[in-house]
Nanobody, 128 residues
Protein backbone atom coordinates (compact mmCIF):
# COMPACT_ATOMS: atom_id res chain seq x y z
CA UNK A 1 0.00 0.00 0.00
CA UNK A 2 2.99 2.31 0.37
CA UNK A 3 3.40 4.72 -2.51
CA UNK A 4 6.18 7.20 -3.16
CA UNK A 5 5.83 10.06 -5.63
CA UNK A 6 8.80 12.20 -6.63
CA UNK A 7 8.72 15.71 -8.03
CA UNK A 8 11.04 18.64 -8.60
CA UNK A 9 13.16 17.32 -11.43
CA UNK A 10 13.92 19.35 -14.51
CA UNK A 11 16.61 20.75 -16.75
CA UNK A 12 19.23 23.13 -15.41
CA UNK A 13 22.61 24.45 -16.44
CA UNK A 14 25.81 23.38 -14.75
CA UNK A 15 26.24 25.11 -11.42
CA UNK A 16 22.53 25.36 -10.83
CA UNK A 17 20.38 23.88 -8.10
CA UNK A 18 17.28 21.74 -7.78
CA UNK A 19 15.26 20.47 -4.86
CA UNK A 20 13.57 17.11 -5.23
CA UNK A 21 10.60 16.06 -3.13
CA UNK A 22 9.13 12.66 -2.42
CA UNK A 23 5.69 12.41 -0.86
CA UNK A 24 4.80 9.13 0.77
CA UNK A 25 1.38 7.66 1.37
CA UNK A 26 0.09 4.41 2.78
CA UNK A 27 2.16 4.41 5.97
CA UNK A 28 -0.76 3.15 7.99
CA UNK A 29 1.19 1.08 10.52
CA UNK A 30 2.45 3.57 13.05
CA UNK A 31 4.63 1.09 14.92
CA UNK A 32 7.18 1.05 12.10
CA UNK A 33 9.97 3.47 11.38
CA UNK A 34 11.54 4.00 7.98
CA UNK A 35 14.91 4.19 6.34
CA UNK A 36 14.76 6.62 3.43
CA UNK A 37 17.06 7.29 0.50
CA UNK A 38 17.56 8.79 -2.91
CA UNK A 39 19.00 6.77 -5.78
CA UNK A 40 19.81 7.71 -9.34
CA UNK A 41 20.37 5.91 -12.60
CA UNK A 42 21.92 7.35 -15.73
CA UNK A 43 21.55 5.69 -19.15
CA UNK A 44 23.86 2.72 -19.44
CA UNK A 45 24.90 2.88 -15.79
CA UNK A 46 23.98 0.99 -12.66
CA UNK A 47 21.61 2.50 -10.17
CA UNK A 48 23.54 4.08 -7.33
CA UNK A 49 22.65 5.27 -3.88
CA UNK A 50 23.00 9.03 -3.54
CA UNK A 51 21.89 9.83 0.00
CA UNK A 52 20.16 8.15 2.90
CA UNK A 53 18.61 9.35 6.12
CA UNK A 54 17.79 7.35 9.21
CA UNK A 55 15.61 7.72 12.24
CA UNK A 56 17.42 10.52 14.03
CA UNK A 57 18.43 12.72 11.10
CA UNK A 58 21.58 10.65 10.64
CA UNK A 59 22.64 10.85 6.99
CA UNK A 60 24.93 9.11 4.55
CA UNK A 61 26.09 10.30 1.14
CA UNK A 62 27.85 8.93 -1.87
CA UNK A 63 31.32 10.39 -2.22
CA UNK A 64 30.38 11.95 -5.54
CA UNK A 65 27.77 14.23 -3.96
CA UNK A 66 29.20 15.02 -0.54
CA UNK A 67 29.24 18.73 0.09
CA UNK A 68 26.78 19.40 -2.72
CA UNK A 69 23.62 17.42 -1.88
CA UNK A 70 21.60 17.45 1.32
CA UNK A 71 18.92 14.94 2.27
CA UNK A 72 16.23 15.83 4.77
CA UNK A 73 12.74 14.76 5.78
CA UNK A 74 9.57 16.22 7.20
CA UNK A 75 7.80 13.46 9.08
CA UNK A 76 4.48 15.26 9.69
CA UNK A 77 4.21 15.90 5.95
CA UNK A 78 5.53 12.44 5.00
CA UNK A 79 7.96 14.14 2.66
CA UNK A 80 11.57 13.44 1.78
CA UNK A 81 13.78 16.08 0.17
CA UNK A 82 17.01 16.19 -1.75
CA UNK A 83 18.60 19.60 -2.12
CA UNK A 84 21.09 19.50 -4.98
CA UNK A 85 23.56 22.35 -5.40
CA UNK A 86 26.41 22.96 -7.82
CA UNK A 87 25.02 20.47 -10.28
CA UNK A 88 27.19 19.16 -13.07
CA UNK A 89 26.43 17.07 -16.18
CA UNK A 90 27.50 13.91 -14.34
CA UNK A 91 24.47 14.37 -12.10
CA UNK A 92 22.13 13.83 -15.04
CA UNK A 93 19.98 10.80 -14.22
CA UNK A 94 16.59 9.55 -13.24
CA UNK A 95 16.27 10.09 -9.50
CA UNK A 96 14.24 7.74 -7.33
CA UNK A 97 13.23 7.88 -3.71
CA UNK A 98 13.13 4.68 -1.71
CA UNK A 99 11.95 3.53 1.68
CA UNK A 100 12.44 0.55 3.93
CA UNK A 101 10.30 -0.36 6.90
CA UNK A 102 11.79 -1.42 10.19
CA UNK A 103 10.31 -2.16 13.57
CA UNK A 104 13.45 -0.88 15.25
CA UNK A 105 15.78 2.04 14.78
CA UNK A 106 16.28 2.94 11.14
CA UNK A 107 19.89 3.09 10.06
CA UNK A 108 21.15 4.57 6.80
CA UNK A 109 21.97 2.53 3.73
CA UNK A 110 22.97 3.23 0.14
CA UNK A 111 22.36 -0.34 -1.00
CA UNK A 112 19.42 -1.13 -3.28
CA UNK A 113 18.73 -4.36 -1.42
CA UNK A 114 17.94 -2.43 1.75
CA UNK A 115 14.80 -0.90 0.24
CA UNK A 116 11.41 -2.36 -0.59
CA UNK A 117 9.41 0.67 -1.68
CA UNK A 118 10.30 2.82 -4.68
CA UNK A 119 8.94 5.86 -6.46
CA UNK A 120 8.47 6.20 -10.20
CA UNK A 121 11.40 8.57 -10.62
CA UNK A 122 11.92 12.16 -11.67
CA UNK A 123 14.34 13.19 -14.40
CA UNK A 124 17.21 15.56 -13.71
CA UNK A 125 19.15 16.88 -16.69
CA UNK A 126 22.17 19.14 -16.28
CA UNK A 127 23.62 20.81 -19.35
CA UNK A 128 27.18 22.05 -19.67
Amino acid sequence: QVQLVESGGGSVQAGGSLRLSCVASGFTETRYRYRLAWFRQAPGKEREGVASIGGDEITAYADSVKGRFTISKDNPRNTLYLQMNDLNPEDTAMYYCAAARTSGWATTSLSESAYLFWGQGTQVTVSS
